[in-house]
C-alpha cells in the first residue's frame, strides 16, 4: 500500500497520472489502478479527472498533508532498519543455461556479502521472463536479450556473447547441408529467443530440415547428438562441447550467429545494494567461465 500513497504524491505534484507514469517508471494505466484501488481503500476521491488532466479533490487536498507524513515516517523508519546486510527478498528468473552454468558461482560470491538474502530463483524462457520484469514480478532476470529493444523503465546490462555452431554425431560429413540431409534435426525451441534464432537462420540461408524432436535446453540437445539422435544448431559457449566424446562440430555457412545473454532489471532496483551486488557477481562470474 505505501506504493499506492507514493504515486497518490507524485501524481498530485504533477497534475498528471501520465507524468507521474514517467517519474514513476510505470505506465499510464497502472498509475491509474493504483489511485483507483487506493480510492477505494480510503473511501474517498483523490482526485478529478478531466480528460488527460487530474486535480486534487477536495478529498484529497486535505489528505495530501497526511500521506506526506505517512510516507516520509515509513521512509524514516525503513532507513533505521536497514542494516549492512539487505535481508529484503529478491525475485531472480535465469534462462535454463544460465542456471546450470553461471548462476552457482554467481551465487556464491554473492553469498559472500549478502549471506542471509533469500533469493527466490524462477525458470523460464527469455521471452517469459522479459515479461515478468516487465510486470514487476521479478527484480531481475538473466536472459537473452530482447530483438525489439529494451523498455525505457529498465536496463540491459551485457554479459556475453554466445557463438551459435552446429553439431552432428562423430563420423558425419562435415557440411552443414549435407549433414541435413542425412540425419533427423533436433530443434531448439522456437518459443525461445535462442531457437527463433535458428530458425531465422535456416531461413535465411534455405535450409531444409526432417524434423525429429525439439527441445528448450542446449545441454540436453548436445546429449541428444551424443547419442546418435540427430544433429543440431547450438550456442556453444556454456555447453559442455568439448566433453562430448561422440560429437563433431560442423562449420555455419555466412556470417557467425551469437546470442547476446545479459541482465535485464528495472532501473529503481539497482538502488538496492543486494542487487548491486547479485549482478557484480554475475559479471565477474561470467568473466572467469569464458
Not at 184 to 198: A, C, D, K
Not at 242 to 251: G, L, N
Not at 270 to 290: N, P
Amino acid at each position: 500500500m505505501i506504493r499506492y500513497f507514493r504515486t497518490f504524491l507524485v501524481a498530485a505534484e504533477t497534475s498528471s497520472f501520465s507524468a507521474a507514469g514517467a517519474r514513476l517508471a510505470l505506465t499510464q494505466s497502472a498509475v491509474s489502478t493504483q489511485i483507483r484501488r487506493l480510492e477505494e481503500d480510503l473511501g474517498c476521491t483523490l482526485f478529478e479527472r478531466a480528460g488527460k488532466s487530474v486535480a486534487l479533490s477536495q478529498e484529497g487536498r486535505k489528505l495530501l498533508p497526511e500521506a506526506m507524513r505517512f510516507v516520509a515516517l515509513y521512509e524514516s523508519m525503513k532507513g533505521r532498519a536497514h542494516c549492512a546486510s539487505d535481508t529484503t527478498p529478491l525475485e531472480l528468473g535465469a534462462v535454463s543455461t544460465v542456471q546450470a552454468t553461471l548462476l552457482p558461482g554467481a551465487m556464491k560470491r554473492f553469498r559472500a556479502g549478502f549471506p542471509k538474502t533469500h533469493v527466490n530463483i524462477v525458470p523460464g524462457t527469455s521471452t517469459q521472463l522479459l515479461t515478468q520484469v516487465d510486470a514487476r514480478e521479478l527484480d531481475v532476470a538473466v536472459l537473452i536479450k530482447p530483438r525489439l529493444g529494451i523498455p525505457q523503465e529498465l536496463k540491459w546490462v551485457p554479459l556475453m556473447r554466445e557463438r551459435f555452431v552446429g553439431i552432428a554425431p562423430a563420423g558425419s560429413p562435415r557440411d552443414l547441408k549435407a549433414v541435413l540431409a542425412a540425419m533427423p534435426f533436433i530443434r531448439y525451441n522456437r518459443h525461445s529467443m535462442g531457437g527463433q534464432l535458428v530458425d531465422r537462420y535456416l531461413r535465411r540461408h534455405r535450409l531444409w530440415v526432417e524434423e525429429g524432436m525439439e527441445l528448450d535446453e542446449p545441454a540436453v540437445i548436445l546429449r541428444m547428438v551424443d547419442e546418435g539422435l540427430g544433429c543440431a544448431i547450438i550456442p556453444a559457449a556454456l555447453v559442455p562441447l568439448q566433453a562430448a566424446r561422440h560429437v563433431v562440430e560442423i562449420p555455419l555457412p555466412g556470417e557467425p550467429m551469437f546470442r547476446e545473454i545479459g541482465v535485464l532489471v528495472r532501473q529503481s532496483a539497482l538502488k538496492r545494494a543486494s542487487m548491486a551486488a547479485l549482478i557484480d557477481a554475475l559479471v565477474v562470474e561470467t568473466a572467469h567461465a569464458t
